[in-house]
């Protein structure tokens, strides 16, 4: 296997080839996804030369520009996006060929850096390893678009790092701080990045520095002149320039920040959690990128490629192993501040993600895939040296193992690009939002309301901001306080509007359905399920609902749990639905029950659920007319039925263990309450146990 350089760049035109194959493959599948497009409305009202709907905007000449999406994602995509926006019009296909133009950048980028810092021949194969892997394919157009281009602007930042590194360039330093500024703007979880070259200058520093004590650790200051540390610190504080004023402004950042670090999911700096939790959550996530499993309930299937995952564990036993006996070909200080870098980025991104969700990791890339080339050919060189005269069966073998490696990579792909065919995405990227924006996009359509996360950016994109949807839900579960009020509000002055919900499990914020139902009784109102939209496997996953007047409702409805108890002369309880018998402190127990009229209502009567635990001691009440009041008992006609939603809320101090629900009747006005009987005996206290729930 020859190494000269020269050759080695034709892999490059190949490895690109094959990227642009896979991820141009059916563009407009899966469905846009919300998230997908965050940073790409602002671009679009830009271009439409329409003040940006941003969550931080700056106001120039009259108009308000896009200064941060979110309170920890800037604009840099935005702002990527106008240009071709200007020139390509707005629609999903372009949003995504700007991403799969990213992804070229991000192949070229991390080519020239890795010929640098390794050689041609390790670049070019790290290169053509992540062009075909699935999680660059499919991420690269679609679903992390808010960080994809953190992956370029890692690469041109270590480049330019080591380029100061190894020449001494000042412009080098101050370019590289700009990309580290630019970063963070970016989106605040590059502060991993940050910190991980920290991490690497304070483990690295012993080995890398000269002279005694503390001066090992200042050798960056002797490689720069005074000026040129000013001139770099300028140049980050331009990089992060949107994200500076955006917190002068309103302080959004430190506030999030400060609320992230305060909920008790993050409360991780605890002997158990840093030493066990920690590192498995990291190893989970790390596993996930290797082995390209992330895509579960978005394409349609699940695929690893276990051969991702078997070649990192196995280069790093034998760069170490060479390393060790001073055969690897490589510079043993670049592979040690690589290993590093990839374990302060995967261990500090473990504290606030998950091991399911490995898309904050992207700015490793390409470090794994370096990492599988250095030893594929720190092995080769061993091969050639002790058995020159065989050098053709090793380069057969060797092109054989690459060939393994790069199939299982697109095998994988492959598969993916399959699932997407017959599914066309799932859930939040299904493409039933295609039909769902060309019902809304006709003309008189009624006006939309999105009564959840997943609707409003998208349609905006797949309309060219024609659709509009009007959108507040909260990111917490319940909804935070102030949405029942707003929702109350809504409901009472959008007649004939059309509300967007996702089935109740596609809900991203749980609590929004409960909550409108709630609205909808208390202004006289009741949904109407006016369309159902499915995915392609006829799963329902969006649910459009109009407001019409509450009629009496004759037409029994269904029942989960059927009973028979009469309460008086006049009102019979026909069952009840308990969806969860299990909740959180601080939660709510769904519940509904099930009313008849025997008789034309006479008096107006509260129904009362209470919830006691086993020593009698009661945790939580709930005393209304039917319905939140919207179907008071002196106006029932006999034989109506009334289904009656109740979210009864648990203490967040209530301990652990079982409880009991018990409901009634009593008159508003007296209190007194209504004989209650069952299978012929009235029950003592005019109270019925319906039902235990738990709380854990």
């Known amino acids: 296997m020859t190494t000269r350089r020269s050759t080695w760049w034709v892999l490059i035109p190949v490895a690109c080839a094959l990227y642009l194959i896979a991820a141009l493959y059916q563009l407009d599948l899966p469905g846009l996804n919300y998230d997908e497009v965050l940073d790409a409305v602002p671009a679009m009202q830009v271009v439409q030369g329409i003040d940006a709907d941003s969550y931080g905007v700056l106001q120039i000449g009259g108009r308000a520009w896009p200064l941060m999406t979110m309170p920890y994602v800037g604009v840099t995509s935005t702002y990527y996006l106008v240009p071709i926006f200007a020139l390509f019009g707005m629609s999903a296909i372009t949003v995504r060929g700007a991403a799969v133009l990213l992804g070229v950048v991000s192949l070229l980028m991390g080519w020239g850096f890795l010929r640098r810092y390794l050689d041609a021949r390790a670049a070019a194969v790290a290169t053509l390893l992540l062009a075909v892997n699935p999680l660059f394919v499919f991420w690269s157009r679609m679903g992390v678009w808010v960080q994809l281009i953190l992956v370029p602007i890692t690469i041109g930042a270590l480049w330019l790092l080591f380029d100061w590194y190894n020449t001494g360039r000042d412009r080098s330093l101050v370019f590289g701080s700009f990309l580290l500024g630019l970063g963070l703007a970016t989106h605040i979880q590059f502060i991993w990045m940050w910190g991980a070259l920290i991490f690497a200058w304070l483990a690295l520093s012993p080995w890398l520095g000269e002279g005694a004590g503390l001066r090992k650790w200042l050798w960056p200051l002797e490689r720069a002149r005074p000026l040129t540390w000013a001139l770099a610190a300028l140049a980050l504080l331009i990089g992060m320039t949107p994200l500076i004023i955006f917190n002068l402004q309103e302080g959004g950042t430190f506030t999030y920040t400060a609320e992230i670090l305060s909920t008790s999911e993050s409360g991780w700096m605890t002997p158990r959690v840093l030493l066990i939790e920690l590192p498995r959550l990291a190893l989970g996530a790390f596993e996930t990128l290797l082995s390209g499993d992330w895509f579960v ?52 991104s ?176 009741a949904p109407v399920l006016e369309k159902t939209y499915y995915q392609r496997d006829g799963t329902p996953v969006i649910l459009a609902y109009t407001l019409k007047p509450a009629l009496p409702s004759f037409e029994q409805p269904e029942i989960s749990h059927r009973l028979d108890v009469l309460l008086g002369d006049g009102i019979r309880l026909l069952g009840y639905d308990l969806p969860n018998a299990t909740v959180q402190p601080g939660g709510e127990v769904p519940l509904a029950l099930h009313w008849q009229a025997r008789r034309p209502g006479d008096r107006g009567y509260k129904s009362f659920v209470h919830l006691f635990d086993d020593t009698g001691r009661l945790w939580a009440q709930h005393d209304s007319p039917p319905a939140y009041g919207a179907q008071p008992t002196d106006a029932w006609q006999e034989g109506q039925y009334v289904t009656d939603h109740i979210r009864l809320p648990v203490p967040a101090d ?43």
């Open 350 to 525: 473990a504290v606030i993600h998950s091991a399911e969700s490995a898309h904050h990791l992207l700015v490793l890339w390409p470090i794994p895939q370096a990492l599988v080339a250095v030893a594929f050919f720190g092995v080769a060189d061993v091969l050639f040296s002790r058995a020159p005269n065989r050098r053709a069966v090793w380069v057969g073998l060797l092109g054989l193992v690459l060939a393994v490696l790069v199939a299982g990579e697109t095998w994988t792909t492959l598969r993916y690009h399959q699932a997407l065919a017959r599914s066309g995405g799932e859930g939040h990227f299904s493409d039933a939002i295609n039909e769902l924006v060309s019902d809304m996009d006709r003309p008189g359509a009624p006006q939309t309301i999105a009564m959840d996360w997943g609707f409003r950016r998208n349609m905006q994109i797949l309309t060219e901001n024609r659709v509009d949807p009007t959108e507040w839900f909260t990111y917490y579960t319940p909804p935070s306080a102030g949405f029942a009020d707003y929702l109350t509000r809504l409901v009472s002055s959008a007649p004939g509007a059309l509300y967007l919900f996702h089935p109740p499990d596609y809900d991203a914020f749980p609590g929004h359905w409960e909550l409108f139902q709630e609205a909808a009784y208390r202004n006289g109102l």
């Open 654 to 696: 209530a301990p652990s263990g079982p409880y009991h629900l018990f409901i009634g009747m009593y008159d508003e006005e007296t209190g007194e309450r209504l004989p209650l009987v069952q299978d012929g005996v009235r029950l003592r206290g005019d109270t019925l146990g319906l039902a235990d729930v738990r709380v854990e």
């Open 297 to 348: 309930s978005r394409i349609g299937g699940t695929f690893r490629n276990p051969l991702g995952v078997i070649a990192f564990v196995l280069a790093v036993f034998i760069i170490v192993f060479l390393g060790s006996a001073r055969r690897l070909p490589y510079s043993t200080r670049r592979l040690c501040f690589f290993g590093v870098y990839l374990a302060a980025v995967v261990l500090q």
